[in-house]
């Protein structure tokens, strides 16, 4: 099992998930021609996915799933509570899948297991995909944690994990008084240290890799995310990947 990033942040967001003959596109907030040149950069053809799986309907998100879907006949899985605020926009997709956010399904190789997260969403989700040995836990947008989340993402071998924003920052810097409220409320997003705390409540005694996901350029830098996250798993700082707006991250494999 393997995975790498197109790019993560509020300009847009992309995961793949590989196991075996299945590789799956983990949201699409990239027009279709920047989505294929990403691709590229990791060896990957459009025609090479067996699909796109949606975590809820932010623009950063879901923005370009729609016409890429449509362009390389690819399904689409979401929540139905996603797909309700979507209204027209899917029509031009040719199989979409819609679910419930409490159960589980598989594409192909990949199992695929949504975690039910606090977020401003109609019925947003993360995930946690395995291949029946390994396990990579997907948590971009979230409020707060909360003991599902602990528990759905303890025993991961792999995370990509928000790192949104450093507190201090964002209260001190020239976001509107609402936005500030919105994004550190508790269906906003993961702060540094909030993330450094949700670190220390799950089991992380299998992680090979963790990634820091969907910074704030105004709000956060690489190095306070890292250092938060490092002391929480007591681990050197360059130990700890950022998942790049622009550039997202290579290939890693989960062993």
């Known amino acids: 099992m393997r995975f790498c990033c197109l790019g993560s942040g509020s300009d847009g967001n992309g995961l793949i998930v590989e196991s075996g003959s299945t590789r799956i596109l983990v949201d699409c907030g990239f027009s279709v021609n920047e989505t294929v040149q990403r691709l590229a950069r990791h060896g990957i053809l459009p025609s090479s996915l067996a699909g796109i799986v949606v975590t809820h309907e932010h623009a950063d998100h879901i923005g370009g799933v ?82 599902h989340v602990i528990e759905c993402l303890s025993g991961c071998d792999a995370l990509v994990i928000e790192c949104n924003h450093d507190a201090q920052m964002l209260a001190d810097g020239d976001y509107p008084f609402a936005l500030k409220q919105r994004i550190a409320g508790r269906h906003g997003h993961l702060d540094n240290d909030a993330t450094a705390s949700l670190l220390r409540a799950i089991d992380c005694t299998r992680l090979q890799h963790l990634f820091a996901a969907h910074l704030s350029k105004q709000n956060n830098t690489p190095e306070l ?31």
């Open 66 to 147: 729609p016409r890429f879907a449509a362009r390389f006949d690819l399904p689409v899985w979401l929540t139905y509570g996603t797909l309700a605020t979507v209204n027209g926009r899917f029509d031009c997709v040719g199989a979409i899948h819609p679910f419930d956010s409490h159960g589980a399904f598989a594409i192909g190789d990949i199992a695929v297991a949504p975690i039910i997260v606090p977020h401003d969403a109609r019925e947003p989700v993360q995930y946690v995909f395995g291949d029946g040995a390994r396990r990579l836990g997907l948590l971009t947008d979230i409020g707060m944690p909360t003991p």
């Open 225 to 255: 995310a890292r250092a938060a996250v490092s002391a929480a798993l007591n681990c050197a700082a360059e130990w700890i990947g950022i998942a790049e707006q622009e550039t997202g991250f290579g290939w890693r494999d989960i062993n």
